[in-house]
Structures are given as structure tokens and as C-alpha cells.
């Protein structure tokens, strides 16, 4: 992307910012941008928005404007909709020359003739015989259009990824595996185990994308039970197959506003502790915690669990 003289001195004489990261989820029909703020121990959502997909770069442009973020380091995150995620054998090459390898695979199994923009991590545990990579592929015009909204917008962009990688920095990195099960407003559920800050098993789980419109009893009728056989499910594959520790603490975060009896349900089934996900952070209102999307938060985090844990955890897409 070539990039003019008047945003090339824009970019270069940029204030320094007041805040920590700009987080953005970019979805197919809608955008959220959500700014976060550091201030000694504690962090802080000063902002949240959403808007259409469409020219959703002035949006961007105006918000930042408004809330004098300009300068900002900024972090990217492509919802489920997005991108393909493929788990193929690792070609038998050096890293420099993994792009060139991976190319006509990645295109042939995606099935399109359009540019992509992909990257690859290595499994967090090899399975056994298996050299394997997850690879994310992401519509070559879609990251075009970010980078040139992050550029117009006078903010830095630090690093462009995926959901399911975001997921991985909503919370502190730790040696104990937790299961993180998100989901933002009418997409699947996402289900990520996480360990150290990589990212061990992740399924998207479809037939729930309504979940945000049953009642409480409705989702004790059976709804509950189905995704509770499906987290069952990823935690004995982490624990069997990927011969890991047994999976003891799940943190949720739905389309629901039964979250607690969501909780309550699965707990009864699964032999583990869960509850909310608490993401530690306040935010100012009229946001509320419990609204904000997890994508854009987690990407927001990036810089904050960098400094946590100085070795750069596997994952980090396009």
C-alpha cells in the first residue's frame, strides 16, 4: 500500500497518546472500536462503539477525532465470519520460505482465486506422528481496507489477527489451563482452551447463534445440555489426545443475559469451575462490562500481556 506525503507527516508528528491500545473487532456486518486506558494498576474501557461495516473508516476516523486518540498504538481482530482456519501438514521447508510453500495449498482448501492474506502458528502440543500448523487466511481486500483506515485515521496500527487468538489475552497468562467460551451477539460459540497464553484447542460451535433470544427457562430445556456436551467434548480431547492436565476452570461469556444460570447448568455436568469471564477491567459509562465485545477488548490487551510475560506466546495472525 502505497502511502501519501500528507499522511506520512501526519503518522510521523503524531502526539504521544494518553491511552494503552485501541482495540478493533471487525466483523462482516458491523465494526467495534473500544479505546482502553492504563492508569497505574488499573485499566479502564474510556470508550466503546459500534458501527456498520460500511465506511465504517469514518466512523473510525470521527470517533478518534472525538475522544483526541490520535497516536494511538492500534490491534486488529477479524471475527469468526472472516477467515477460514485450517489445520494442514507443515510443509517440509525453512520458516523464510513457509508463505511461497503454503500458498497454492492454502488457496486450494479454501477454494477461491482471490488474494488472501494468511499466516500460520505451530500447535501449541504436536500430536503424535503429526507436523501440523493452524493457518488463518483472510481476504487480501479486507486487511487492504483496514490498514488504510488505521493510516487515515492517524492512529498505529500494531498488529492485525483473528477472534480466536484475541481470546487468548483476555486473561492473565497462566500455567493452568482455562477453557474461555465466547461469543458476540448472533454468531457461533466459540470454544478456546488456553494455557500459557497459547492457544491449545479452539471449535466453533454452531446451533446457538439464537441464544441471546431464549429465556431462562427455554435454555433449560435442552439448549444448555447440548453445549454443555460440546465443552465436555474439548475438554477430554485437550486431556486425552493432547495429553494435557485436566481443564478445571471455564470462563463464559455469551449472548445472554442468563449468564449466571448458563453457568449454574453447565457446572452440573462438567467437572470444573465456572463462572463469568472477568476480564479485570472498569469501564466508563454508560458501558457496561457484561456488553463489551471480547474481541476488541482482548486484541486491546495485547501490549498489557506482552510486559505480563516478556516470552511472545505462539499466535499471532497476519
Known amino acids: 500500500m502505497r502511502i501519501g506525503w500528507r499522511a506520512y507527516l501526519k503518522q510521523k508528528w503524531r502526539s504521544a497518546s494518553a491511552h494503552l491500545s485501541i482495540g478493533v473487532a471487525v466483523g462482516t456486518d458491523t465494526v467495534t472500536f473500544c479505546a482502553l486506558q492504563k492508569e497505574q494498576d488499573a485499566l479502564c474501557v474510556t470508550s466503546e462503539e459500534t458501527v456498520a461495516y460500511k465506511d465504517w473508516g469514518k466512523h473510525f476516523s470521527t470517533w478518534v477525532e472525538r475522544h483526541s486518540l490520535s497516536g494511538t ?33 492454502v488457496k ?69 489451563p482455562v477453557m474461555v467460551v465466547v461469543q458476540e451477539p448472533g454468531e457461533e460459540v466459540s470454544v478456546n482452551i488456553i494455557k500459557d497464553g497459547n492457544l491449545y484447542v479452539s471449535r466453533r460451535l454452531k ?5 441471546g433470544s431464549f429465556s431462562e427457562d427455554e435454555l ?11 465443552i465436555q467434548r474439548s475438554m477430554d480431547y485437550f486431556e486425552s489426545q493432547l495429553r494435557q492436565s485436566p481443564v478445571r476452570k471455564i470462563r463464559l461469556r455469551l449472548d445472554t443475559t442468563h449468564t449466571a ?3 449454574q447448568q453447565i457446572n452440573q455436568v462438567v467437572p ?32 498489557l500481556r506482552e510486559t505480563q510475560n516478556p516470552t511472545e506466546a505462539d499466535g499471532q495472525a497476519a
Open 73 to 105: 498504538p492500534a490491534y486488529v481482530a477479524f471475527s469468526l465470519d472472516w477467515y477460514n482456519l485450517l489445520q494442514i501438514d507443515r510443509p517440509a521447508v525453512e520458516d523464510s520460505e513457509m508463505q511461497n510453500a503454503l500458498s497454492y495449498t
Open 108 to 176: 486450494e482448501l479454501v477454494g477461491t482465486d482471490a488474494p488472501l492474506v494468511f499466516d500460520y502458528t505451530d500447535l501449541a502440543v504436536p500430536l503424535a506422528g503429526n507436523k501440523k500448523i493452524n493457518v488463518f487466511a483472510i481476504p487480501h481486500d479486507a486487511v487492504g481496507i483496514v490498514c488504510r483506515n488505521m493510516l487515515d485515521a492517524g492512529v498505529a496500527l500494531k498488529q492485525i489477527s483473528v477472534a480466536e487468538l484475541a481470546a487468548c489475552e483476555l486473561l492473565p497468562y497462566s500455567d493452568e
Open 207 to 211: 446451533g446457538f447463534e439464537n441464544l
Open 220 to 230: 433449560q430445556m435442552g439448549l444448555i445440555d447440548s453445549l454443555s456436551v460440546q
Open 261 to 263: 444460570i448458563v453457568a
Open 272 to 303: 470444573a469451575d465456572v463462572a463469568a469471564i472477568d476480564t479485570q477491567v472498569t469501564v466508563k459509562e454508560p458501558l457496561a462490562v457484561s456488553r463489551l465485545n471480547m474481541s476488541a477488548l482482548g486484541i486491546a490487551l495485547v501490549p
